[in-house]
């Protein structure tokens, strides 16, 4: 097995805990470079993943490299600019969310991604969390019946935050920086995009630090979401509610999740399971720093740059999330529910291509 040589950008928090451990260990990956402006982040990051080359730009990893492949983490008013220029220069990229500041910047990065002809996958790792996996197959088998409604959560304790993330125009807020996932999830789970949207936020200790937004699914499921970045707790939870039963999927508190029914002999055993829930034998308390989506996600990226085939969640998937975010902001700005450009959802034909690959 050739091993794919993979150049990081951007050393900081999330590169730290998630992207560069992953990559050094993972078999049949050369990671041959690193980037960051920050002296101290990349002399942290050599120390997590001996070897690499180091360059204080972007610009120079992907000009003097041996980079196949780069893997983008920094703050996401980089992304487009940084996205493009890899792809022009032929390199297999692998995109954090969201993939642009607005929907201007992600055109251009998807044309760029079909000028290279090259592998592009935009971040969004939760499609490769075991329970959410283990949902989307549920639900396609009819699990819960038809689906009625759907409730997601998605919550990080406060912490001191960095500046780009404590405003909207450098890709912070609530929306931006926890809701993209979730947008982009609850589609994948239903296989229905997102058709209109209203909603609310709140600025409580950084600009739009908390949202709640009103979905409306292409197969006319309402869903709920509950985004805050200054809660006391961390929190992933999707509920979906249907004619047959429910099924909870939670991220953190990775408790097996079974269906429950309105009846049924385990219906009462359901409900003191849910009582009683830290006491179950099987019940797994993660920190968000043991998130295994990370390394399954790249994982999928690296077998496709090697093998250089198609992948989902690739670049448009990415646009057609962020065209959700900025339909969300236009409905929070303004107080009146906003309708989701449709040219943000993939096409049939595309679709139908990448059923094969698609997690």
Not at 57 to 79: G, K, M, N, Q
Not at 103 to 111: E, I, S
Not at 282 to 296: I, M, Q, T
Request: hydrophobic fraction near 50%; include cysteine; charge should be positive.
């Amino acid at each position: 097995m050739f091993k794919v040589k993979i150049g990081v950008i951007g050393c900081g928090r999330i590169a730290g805990l998630f992207h560069l451990p992953v990559l050094a260990r993972m078999p049949g990956v050369e990671l041959c470079a690193l980037a960051d402006p920050d002296p101290a982040r990349l002399s942290a990051a050599s120390a997590l993943a001996p070897g690499p080359a180091t360059f204080t730009s972007y610009e120079r990893l992907i000009a003097r490299s041996e980079a196949e492949a780069v893997v983008v983490c920094l703050p996401p008013a980089l992304h487009a600019e940084v996205a493009v220029a890899a792809f022009d220069a032929g390199r297999h990229v692998y995109l954090e969310k969201p993939i642009a500041l607005d929907l201007a910047g992600a055109d251009d990065v998807v044309r760029a991604w079909r000028r290279a002809g090259t592998i592009g996958m935009t971040g969004f790792n939760f499609r490769f969390n075991p329970a959410f996996m283990a949902a989307r197959k549920r639900l396609a088998g009819g699990a819960v019946g038809e689906v009625i409604a759907v409730r997601a959560t998605f919550c990080s304790a406060r912490r001191n935050l960095p500046d780009w993330k404590r405003s909207r125009t450098t890709g912070g807020g609530a929306l931006r920086d926890l809701g993209a996932h979730h947008l982009d999830l609850v589609p994948h789970l239903l296989d229905a995009p997102v058709v209109r949207v209203s909603g609310l936020e709140r600025s409580r200790f950084s600009e739009a630090d908390t949202a709640l937004l009103h979905l409306e699914l292409a197969s006319g499921v309402p869903v709920e979401v509950t985004l805050s970045m200054c809660t006391g707790v961390n929190a992933n939870r999707i509920e979906v509610l249907g004619t047959a039963g429910r099924l909870v999927v939670e991220a953190i508190d990775a408790l097996p999740n079974p269906i429950e029914r309105a009846e049924g002999r385990h219906a009462r055993l359901l409900r003191l399971q849910r009582v009683f829930g830290g006491l179950h034998p099987k019940r797994v308390l993660r920190s968000p720093g043991s998130e295994p989506s990370f390394a399954v996600a790249l994982g999928v990226f690296v077998n496709a740059a090697r093998a250089g085939r198609p992948v989902t969640p690739d670049i448009e998937d990415g646009r057609r999330c962020l065209a959700v975010v900025a339909a969300a902001e236009r409905a929070c700005a303004l107080g009146v529910a906003q309708t989701v450009a449709k040219d943000a959802a993939p096409p049939a034909e595309r679709a139908s291509a990448l059923a094969e690959v698609a997690p």
